[in-house]
């Protein structure tokens, strides 16, 4: 509240001699227009950025005639959306069939009251800040079984029936995976979380205690790309098998707050992982934190970071999705109960007990030298084989097209 009130007064000098009554309204409802702002007009880049970039990885050009290079297809979609029938088919539960894409994006919008986006810039800091984003978070679930019982379609409910399965066996090894950095700090607060990994990159959690603390990252990530539906474990909406799975049977803006929830939960996801593993709003350098600018002075880049972090997740994401084919179910379980859930449960007992033995309750000794130059190396090495594999697939792609033009050719 403080924090608000000095922006306020930053912003507006004049604001020292309003009425405490209307200070007050200001600094209460600023907070809440930015975040629902924020919200509302996320799922419009991210949908954009996924046509552009599925386009780019599958040579073709995408969204390119409303408005300039297409920035404005997104929002010609909405309105659309926006102004087109909502059918309710017969025998439906009509209420349950409402309610439940309302109960999706309270899931997917709620966690963002306590992801902290500055030292001071955070909508409610709980000391239980974890355990709140993983309770609302399971709000979603309900409601994707909820559509899919109400829709009175054997193809929505054999999807709600797999998102269930699917969320809640993925949920058992994300949440073993958010206790490591839980016991690291001592706190629930994501605030407390991100505090501890001040100091610079080498401080961040994903390179301490090499080599465990990144296997914990790739595991919550693979469990979170579970959770949120997104390919390759997009078997509640798959529609080679289930038409669309839990939403085949809505239509207009009712079908769009089932995506909107969707892109939205990807952020979320990589906020979060962003404040557990990549320092949240910490820059990598110290010297990066602020940014100087003449007649302004020092303006605080806390939020620019978390942004910058959580986006380069969101669109390793789209990456995987318009790279890996669909797991079957089996596949998906076996990689829950059999692989995820074994190792998050390994990782658990061996940082707790770390934290326990005093000589290694900073990390290792050897994670300054060689832990996060070393992870740093493997992160690079990935990322120039996924551009190597995909400059070769575009190269081999042109080749094969090569003697179907000269075919054509008169």
């Known amino acids: 509240m403080d924090a608000t009130y000095e922006y306020l007064v930053w912003l507006l000098p004049a604001a020292a001699e309003w009425p405490s009554w209307l200070v007050v309204a200001l600094i209460t409802a600023l907070p809440a227009l930015a975040c629902f702002t924020f919200m509302s007009l996320g799922p419009l880049i991210y949908v954009y950025a996924e046509r552009k970039i599925s386009a780019f990885m599958q040579d073709r ?12 297809q997104t929002l010609a979609d909405t309105i659309k959306l926006l102004f087109k029938e909502a059918i309710f088919p ?41 355990f709140y984003v993983v309770a609302i978070a399971s709000l979603s679930t309900v409601g994707l079984i909820m559509a899919g019982w109400a829709s009175n379609n054997k193809y929505s409910l054999f999807g709600g029936m797999r998102s269930a399965a699917q969320i809640v066996s993925y ?69 080679s098998e289930l038409v669309g799975g839990f939403h085949t049977e809505y239509s207009g803006f009712f079908f769009a707050m089932f995506f909107m929830a969707e892109y939205t939960e990807m952020f979320v996801l990589s906020a979060t992982a962003t404040v557990l ?60 109960w059999k692989v995820l859930l074994p190792i998050a449960l390994v990782l658990v007992v061996v940082v707790g007990g770390l934290v326990l033995w005093p000589a290694t309750a900073n990390g290792f ?27 070769w697939s575009r190269r081999r792609a042109q080749e094969l097209a090569a003697p179907a033009r000269q075919a054509v050719t008169p």
Request: proline residues 9%.
């Open 61 to 72: 050009i995408g969204p390119n005639r409303v408005g300039p290079i297409g920035l404005l």
């Open 277 to 336: 593993f990549l320092g949240g709003y910490l820059a990598p350098h110290p010297v990066l934190q602020l940014l100087y600018l003449p007649f302004v002075g020092a303006v605080p880049m806390g939020w620019f970071w978390l942004w910058f972090k959580a986006w380069s997740l969101v669109f390793v994401m789209m990456w995987l999705r318009w790279t890996l084919p669909r797991s079957r179910v089996d596949q998906l379980m076996h990689i829950a």
């Open 90 to 130: 017969k025998k439906v539960d009509r209420k349950l069939f409402v309610i439940a894409p309302i109960l999706v994006n309270v899931g997917a919008f709620m966690p963002f009251l306590v992801i902290p986006w500055g030292g001071r810039l955070q909508p409610a800091d709980l000391n239980v800040g974890v």
């Open 365 to 391: 000794v050897w994670d300054r030298w060689v832990g996060w130059p070393l992870t740093l190396g493997l992160v690079g090495f990935l990322l120039y084989v996924m551009v190597r594999a995909l400059q």
């Open 171 to 239: 949920e058992i090894p994300a949440m073993m995976i958010l206790l490591v950095p839980v016991m690291i700090v001592g706190s629930l607060s994501l605030q407390d979380i991100t505090m501890a990994q001040h100091g610079g990159l080498q401080n961040w959690f994903l390179f301490r205690y090499f080599p465990i603390m990144p296997v914990a990252f790739v595991v919550f990530f693979v469990a979170g790309l579970a959770e949120v539906n997104r390919a390759p474990f997009d078997i509640p909406e798959a529609e």
